[in-house]
């Protein structure tokens, strides 16, 4: 199975800061990857799939990038709301894939 | 509206079977694939497997083969997910989720919280 590896597993940063989180796979595939924010007690929601798609109502600073092993999650301008775990998903054979998650935390 | 709603938390002892609904409403059950995923504290989404609701067919990870078992009830548009010999690290929140306008997970349940105690 490809496994999927992010980093950084933590990071502080502050309003306004432009983030940058990365997901890494151990073979390369097609662009069936997405990403995921999600608040404590809460389900994942849906930011980006196809790598670089963004969903419906999803603010344009989220910008999705990378194909084949190298993907990233980008936030432009971080704002309050988006502190959060972010999570990367291969989606395109079974098993799924997550990876291991990025905590994202205000500095 | 498209919803997924879980039934609620449960409390197990080890060696114990859980079954967790999942109620859909909203859209043609047998339209799309089931996933399940399991959280456990401090780990990564883990996915469980799948039911497709229209024959029954599923698939599962290979970690939860021979404990878990996915079904889909089309008479009450509901999933179930029954993970059997519970373990301490089974101790999670289980999420039923699927693909409905996206190519990704787009629907999620709520969650349901199984904590696995003596």
């Known amino acids: 199975a490809i496994q999927l590896t992010q980093s950084p597993s933590s990071l502080s940063a502050s309003v306004g800061d432009r983030v940058t989180i990365s997901c890494r796979a151990s073979?390369?595939?097609?662009?069936?990857l997405a990403w995921y924010q999600q608040k404590p007690g809460k389900a994942p929601k849906l930011l980006i799939y196809?790598?670089?798609t963004l969903q419906s109502g999803v603010p344009s600073r989220f910008i999705g990038s990378g194909s084949g092993t190298d993907f990233t999650l980008t936030i432009s301008s971080l704002q309050p709301e988006d502190f959060a775990s972010y999570y990367c998903h291969l989606f395109n054979n079974y098993p799924h894939t997550f990876g291991q998650g990025t905590k994202l935390e205000i500095k | 509206e498209v919803q997924l709603v879980q039934s609620g938390a449960e409390v197990k002892k080890p060696g114990a079977t859980v079954k967790i609904s999942c109620k859909v409403s909203g859209y043609t059950f047998t339209d799309y694939y089931m996933h399940w995923v399991q959280q456990a504290p401090g780990t990564r989404l883990e996915w469980m497997g799948l039911v497709d609701p229209e024959d029954g067919e599923t698939i599962y990870a290979e970690k939860f083969q021979g404990r878990v078992t996915i079904t889909a009830d089309t008479s009450t548009d509901t999933a179930y997910m029954e993970l059997s010999s519970l373990r301490f690290e089974d101790t999670a929140v289980y999420y039923c989720?699927?693909?409905?306008?996206?190519?990704?997970?787009?629907?999620w349940g709520q969650g349901t919280l199984v904590t696995v105690s003596s």
């Open positions: 989720a699927f693909r409905y306008n996206y190519s990704a997970f787009d629907i």
């Open positions: 073979q390369g595939f097609s662009s069936a």
């Open positions: 196809d790598a670089s």
